[in-house]
């Protein structure tokens, strides 16, 4: 049972451009979410949250956007940069006595073209 | 402030044999969440503890697996008995009270 989907193992887009992923969940539970990005034998580092309370947040060129109605956030990158090329993981919680287990998507490999 | 450490980096076992993977959080850090990935999957939650305290294993294999974290020293995941199918990256992250998670670089475990 996938409760965080990410459809699109990959995108490529140009330089200078946006880049848009896309992440679903199905548990109505969740209340918190995040994106990190993850490059080759190394750990996810973290991007950027959200809470369920706010349906947008930016910081720098990374904004994230939720739509609790159709249970679905995404992540805009904007300008991109050949640096951005990663692997990008949403991850999702839903907050019970404090714990914050994290549900992953599968991944979207995400390849910045000069 | 160092970071997650994670090590060993790489660990080879073969069949039968146990793996240790050590945890250190970052300093300040009272919470320690172990997960697993499989080659092109994503991250999968299993266990969840504090100090000396096991809050929650939901996503740990009932046998063979255990965790812990004493009240000095990193966390522990010990897999006993490895088989082929345990090879995976296992990473370790950290938080303070119900925040964000940062992640350490993860264990690769091969088995033979």
């Known amino acids: 049972d996938q409760q965080v989907k990410q459809n699109s193992p990959s995108l490529s887009v140009q330089e200078g451009r946006i880049s848009i992923l896309n992440c679903d969940y199905t548990?109505?539970?969740?209340?918190?979410f995040l994106w990190y990005k993850k490059y080759p034998a190394e750990g996810p580092t973290f991007l950027i949250s959200?809470?369920?309370?706010?349906d947008k947040n930016e910081d720098g060129r990374f904004t994230v956007f939720l739509n609790k109605s159709a249970k679905h956030l995404s992540l805009h990158i904007v300008p991109s940069q050949p640096g951005d090329s990663a692997v990008y993981f949403c991850?999702?919680?839903?907050?019970?006595?404090?714990?914050?287990?994290?549900?992953f998507g599968q991944g979207t490999r995400l390849t910045i073209n000069p | 402030n160092a970071g997650v450490m994670q090590n060993p980096r790489h660990l080879v076992r073969r069949r039968g044999q146990e793996a240790r993977l050590r945890c250190s959080p970052m300093?300040?850090?009272?919470?320690v969440y172990w997960y697993r990935q499989l080659p092109e999957e994503g991250l999968k939650f299993m266990v969840y503890?504090?100090?000396?305290?096991?809050?929650?294993e939901s996503g740990m294999p009932k046998e063979r697996f255990s965790a812990e974290f004493p009240k000095e020293g990193p966390s522990i995941l010990r897999i006993q008995q490895v088989v082929r199918g345990d090879s995976a990256a296992y990473f370790c992250?950290?938080?303070?009270?119900?925040?964000?998670?940062?992640f350490g670089p993860g264990t690769r475990l091969t088995v033979l």
């Open positions: 992250a950290s938080s303070p009270i119900t925040d964000t998670q940062y």
């Open positions: 548990n109505s539970m969740f209340d918190y």
């Open positions: 959200i809470s369920s309370i706010k």
């Open positions: 991850a999702a919680s839903e907050s019970i006595q404090g714990a914050q287990k994290l549900v």
């Open positions: 300093k300040g850090h009272s919470h």
């Open positions: 503890l504090q100090k000396e305290n096991i809050i929650d």
